[in-house]
T-cell receptor, first 111, second 114 residues
Framework: NAGVTQTPKFQVLKTGQSMTLQCAQDMNHEYMSWYRQDPGMGLRLIHYSVGAGITDQGEVPNGYNVSRSTTEDFPLRLLSAAPSQTSVYFC??????????FGPGTRLTVT | AQSVTQPDIHITVSEGASLELRCNYSYGATPYLFWYVQSPGQGLQLLLKYFSGDTLVQGIKGFEAEFKRSQSSFNLRKPSVHWSDAAEYFCAVGLYNQGGKLIFGQGTELSVKP
């Protein structure tokens, strides 16, 4: 039981490049979420999903896309990277009890 | 709009001293409340949670938290801090019928003096 896994752990992009951050969970959780963490701002919700085929925007969705074709996977796509997207990204999953379990994070730098 | 406030950005305590980290929330209904801990370079680990019932909840690593509805607070406490407790602590609110969404406070960084 690996819990929530994220790849890659580190990534450097140039402005304008696109990429996908991968997230997978093996706990059969219906909820999955993406957060970004910036110093002094806590974690802010980017997008979330309440089940396969259902996604919705969080607090800071601009510049990011998500899809959820399976219960296990919830990739986050950066369409055209900008320096403002330099951050640490966390994926989380949870069930009806609302608590969420977090992955180890992806540290992204956009130059 | 819902919000979570952690008034203390950074706290330093001596090893063996007691600890209280403050958390206030703004939400129109009874929220689901959480405290998470993050060690440097790591993900977030759930310390404890409150959904309903007894307003004093126990968590892992000797932590406890008390929900006070009248003060919209959910403060985290530990009677005796260990050096390994140095980390960043986040309070979070889950919203009724909005599974998958947590609203986080800004975090409190805890340093422990020997």
């Amino acid at each position: 039981n690996a819990g929530v896994t994220q790849t890659p752990k580190f990534q450097v992009l140039k402005t304008g490049q696109s990429m996908t951050l991968q997230c997978a969970q093996d706990m059969n959780h219906e909820y999955m979420s993406w957060y970004r963490q910036d110093p002094g701002m806590g974690l802010r919700l980017i997008h979330y999903s309440v089940g396969a085929g259902i996604t919705d925007q969080g607090e800071v969705p601009n510049g990011y896309n998500v899809s959820r074709s399976t219960t296990e996977d919830f990739p986050l796509r950066l369409l055209s990277a900008a320096p403002s997207q330099t951050s640490v990204y966390f994926c989380a999953s949870g069930s009806g009890s609302y608590e969420q379990y977090f992955g180890p994070g992806t540290r992204l730098t956009v130059t | 709009a819902q919000s979570v406030t952690q008034p203390d950005i950074h706290i330093t305590v001596s090893e063996g001293a007691s600890l209280e980290l403050r958390c206030n929330y703004s939400y129109g209904a009874t929220p689901y409340l959480f405290w998470y801990v993050q060690s440097p370079g790591q993900g977030l680990q759930l310390l404890l949670k409150y959904f309903s019932g007894d307003t004093l909840v126990q968590g892992i690593k000797g932590f406890e938290a008390e929900f006070k509805r009248s003060q919209s607070s959910f403060n985290l406490r530990k009677p005796s801090v260990h050096w390994s407790d140095a980390a960043e602590y986040f309070c979070a609110v889950g919203l009724y019928n909005q599974g998958g969404k947590l609203i986080f406070g800004q975090g409190t960084e805890l340093s422990v003096k020997p």
